[in-house]
């Protein structure tokens, strides 16, 4: 922390003055230090949440002073964890639109190595707040220690690893202290964003499936629930639609076999119609002319097919061209006396402003008091905060962090009256996927790359931090796979689908409707099981997941060819992790093509859990078989 008190000295001198520890849920233990400094009414209380079961602890810090004006703080992290090891290994993850979470990893020298953003809204867009860090080591799957961390903000964020001259490792992450010197008025509580961080002995897989037990028991709205199928319109069709259109969809979602039927970008704004994505962001009425009889007609038109309906907003964006824009310029975040500079062709609203916030809250709100059955809200975000500037806040170096304070309190409103209503977390693409956000949501776009290869490679990495139950992945006709290929990715998370059905060759369909039924089965395994990586895509031809249920009696085991050379395939068999050695189970092969024939499901065999594990068994991935799903389950 660094500090200007009212009276302009810049020091700080905090000094211990007590500490408890008290049990706050079940094998959650919460220990608050508390500190201040003798000169000044000036204290910090150090919080930390240790979730023993699921080895995780949540880290952050509350400030408040009584000095007679405002002190202001001009970095404030949530934690500085202080590690001792020879040497540090740290995997951070970069990218942008479509291209999500590319790992790279550095062995760290001496001095400081920073992962920031400085975006606003889309922090992920370039690099997410997470992180693993191995020690002594570079990061192994099983092996080693490794500390996974991820900070619990969606705006500005500062990761700073510093070895110092005893060789010894700082981890600060934080607020972004960029542009943001934080003024304070006296006796208000200022809460850092918490750092979530796991330990693990087991490699990058034990520190995965740690933050996936916590994140689903007690982050992640409904973890431990259900999630709803769905198709999507948006690469169906895109800004073109009307209600026929529409209906007919909504027809074809219940033949797929989906929960739901969600309707994206597109539907509203009547002075400027929503017919691209140069107009009406704020105008968040039915389009007359596309939805004549509006949003409630479809949600019936959908039930009455026998499946829900959900819709796509943008809440925090205003178009230039917008009814809202022309009545209310100063809700809008940009410099005076500077051009306007888009992003999307959008600018952002100023959710500092507690009159904003009322708004983005009630065009929600009163969509779901119109439409009290709507089954799903898909939240976007797509612009960037350039040019921050607030007309109504007296402190514009606040505003970044006010902005994600007011989205937060908008979004913990909504929660707080629809706690169940499930809600997509998407930008654009995976440009906003941290536990800050997903306190509230219940799932995350992870790219709008959904080419099948590519999705292999985007889930992998995501698969480091967030659970499958919260990835939502769709079918399209992005990439050169195979349907096969494509569902088969898609299903290592929530499955949705965002193609049109009716251009689907007969087998396609019926390959399709049958994977819908299989997933039912077994979505409770890949939702609430264990998760492991067997196969790394980055180090062999095959990418090999595992999913193994509590009771170690199932397990649903996925693997692709992700390099098509000459020969390229499985040659040896893959071993597998979390069974139980002393159960017996048989290999069944699921999502087989129809038409094609699986060797593996005329294999009689059973297999002892140590054998699988040991020896291993190959899925026969090869140039000829792309991907191949294998259910294994115990026989009794
Ligand atoms: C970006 C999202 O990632 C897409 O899925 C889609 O909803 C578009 N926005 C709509 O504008």
């Known amino acids: 922390m660094q500090v200007t008190h009212a009276d302009g000295n810049p020091s700080l001198d905090l000094h211990y003055v007590r500490h408890e520890s008290q049990s706050v849920g079940d094998g959650v233990v919460q220990t608050n230090v508390y500190l201040k400094d003798p000169q000044y009414p000036f204290e910090v209380t150090m919080h930390y949440k240790a979730y023993q079961k699921e080895d995780v602890i949540e880290q952050w810090a509350s400030i408040k002073h009584a000095e007679k004006k405002p002190i202001t703080?001009?970095?404030?992290?949530?934690?500085?964890?202080?590690?001792?090891?020879?040497?540090?290994?740290?995997?951070?993850?970069?990218?942008?639109?479509?291209?999500?979470m590319n790992p790279s990893e550095i062995q760290?020298?001496?001095?400081?190595?920073?992962?920031?953003?400085?975006?606003?809204?889309?922090?992920?867009?370039?690099?997410?707040?997470?992180?693993l860090l191995s020690l002594n080591q570079p990061a192994d799957e099983d092996r080693g220690e490794v500390i996974a961390g991820t900070l619990a903000w969606s705006g500005n964020y500062q990761l700073a690893f510093e070895v110092d001259p005893l060789h010894n490792l700082r981890i600060i992450p934080g607020i972004n202290p960029y542009a943001s010197a934080y003024s304070l008025a006296p006796n208000q509580e200022f809460t850092t964003p918490a750092f979530l961080f796991t330990y693990s002995t087991q490699g990058k897989g034990g520190a995965s499936r740690s933050l996936h037990r916590w994140a689903r028991k007690h982050r992640i709205p409904q973890g431990q629930g259900n999630r709803l199928t769905l198709l999507n319109n948006w690469e169906a069709t895109y800004f073109d639609f009307n209600e026929e259109k529409l209906s007919a969809l909504i027809k074809d979602g219940k033949k797929l076999g989906v929960d739901l039927f969600l309707l994206d970008d597109g539907w509203f704004g009547n002075k400027y119609p929503r017919n691209d994505d140069?107009?009406?962001?704020?105008?968040?009425?039915?389009?007359?002319?596309?939805?004549?009889?509006?949003l409630g007609y479809l949600v019936k038109e959908a039930?009455?097919?026998?499946?829900?309906?959900g819709i796509w907003l943008e809440p925090e964006m205003v178009s230039p061209k917008s009814e809202l824009y022309e009545k209310h310029p100063d809700w809008v975040i940009k410099l005076p006396n500077?051009?306007?500079?888009?992003?999307?062709?959008?600018?952002?609203?100023?959710?500092?402003?507690?009159?904003?916030?009322?708004?983005?809250?009630?065009?929600?709100?009163?969509?779901?008091?119109?439409?009290?059955?709507?089954?799903?809200?898909?939240?976007?975000?797509?612009?960037?905060?350039?040019?921050?500037?607030s007309a109504t806040n007296p402190n514009q170096s606040n505003l970044f962090v006010d902005y994600v304070q007011g989205l937060y309190k908008v979004v913990e409103r909504l929660r707080t009256k629809y706690p169940t209503l499930p809600m997509m977390l998407c930008s654009g693409g995976g440009g906003r996927v941290d536990y800050g956000a997903l306190r509230y949501f219940t799932e995350y776009w992870p790219s709008d790359?959904?080419?099948?290869?590519?999705?292999?490679?985007?889930?992998?990495?995501?698969?480091?931090?967030?659970?499958?139950?919260?990835?939502?992945?769709?079918?399209?006709?992005?990439?050169?796979?195979?349907?096969?290929?494509?569902?088969?990715?898609?299903?290592?998370?929530?499955?949705?689908?965002?193609?049109?059905?009716?251009?689907?060759?007969?087998?396609?369909?019926?390959?399709?409707?049958?994977?819908?039924?299989?997933?039912?089965?077994?979505?409770?395994?890949?939702?609430?099981?264990?998760?492991?990586?067997?196969?790394?895509?980055?180090?062999?031809?095959?990418?090999?997941?595992?999913?193994?249920?509590?009771?170690?009696?199932?397990?649903?085991?996925?693997?692709?060819?992700?390099?098509?050379?000459?020969?390229?395939?499985?040659?040896?068999?893959?071993?597998?992790?979390?069974?139980?050695?002393?159960?017996?189970?048989?290999?069944?092969?699921?999502?087989?093509?129809?038409?094609?024939?699986?060797?593996?499901?005329?294999?009689?065999?059973?297999?002892?859990?140590?054998?699988?594990?040991?020896?291993?068994?190959?899925?026969?991935?090869?140039?000829?078989?792309?991907?191949?799903v294998l259910e294994v389950s115990e026989v009794k």
Not at 278 to 294: C, I, M, R, V, Y
Not at 524 to 538: A, E, K, M, V
Request: glycine residues 6%; contains cysteine; proline residues 5%.
């Open 303 to 309: 039930e009455n097919t026998g499946i829900k309906f």
């Open 449 to 628: 790359n959904t080419d099948g290869l590519e999705r292999v490679f985007i889930q992998w990495n995501y698969s480091y931090f967030f659970p499958a139950i919260a990835s939502c992945n769709h079918v399209t006709d992005w990439g050169k796979q195979p349907i096969k290929f494509r569902t088969d990715v898609a299903m290592m998370g929530k499955l949705g689908y965002d193609i049109v059905v009716s251009k689907l060759s007969e087998t396609e369909l019926q390959f399709s409707q049958e994977a819908l039924k299989t997933y039912d089965r077994i979505k409770p395994t890949i939702w609430q099981g264990d998760q492991f990586r067997l196969s790394s895509p980055y180090a062999s031809d095959l990418a090999s997941i595992i999913y193994v249920n509590e009771k170690q009696d199932q397990a649903i085991w996925f693997s692709y060819l992700v390099k098509s050379r000459y020969k390229a395939g499985s040659v040896a068999p893959i071993k597998l992790k979390g069974l139980n050695p002393e159960k017996n189970y048989k290999i069944q092969e699921l999502n087989v093509y129809p038409g094609s024939r699986s060797d593996i499901n005329t294999n009689k065999a059973t297999y002892s859990g140590n054998y699988l594990m040991t020896i291993g068994f190959n899925p026969q991935v090869s140039t000829r078989r792309e991907s191949v």
């Open 338 to 389: 500077r051009q306007e500079y888009y992003f999307r062709n959008q600018l952002v609203l100023d959710l500092s402003n507690p009159k904003v916030q009322d708004f983005v809250y009630e065009v929600v709100n009163g969509i779901m008091t119109k439409n009290p059955t709507l089954g799903y809200i898909k939240w976007d975000c797509n612009a960037v905060i350039y040019n921050a500037y």
């Open 278 to 294: 140069h107009t009406s962001l704020g105008d968040w009425q039915e389009n007359a002319k596309k939805l004549p009889h509006g």
């Open 108 to 131: 760290l020298t001496e001095g400081i190595k920073i992962l920031d953003t400085k975006l606003g809204t889309r922090a992920d867009l370039f690099q997410p707040p997470s992180f």
């Open 73 to 100: 703080m001009q970095k404030y992290a949530s934690a500085n964890l202080y590690i001792p090891a020879q040497t540090y290994y740290l995997t951070h993850f970069h990218g942008d639109w479509a291209n999500e």
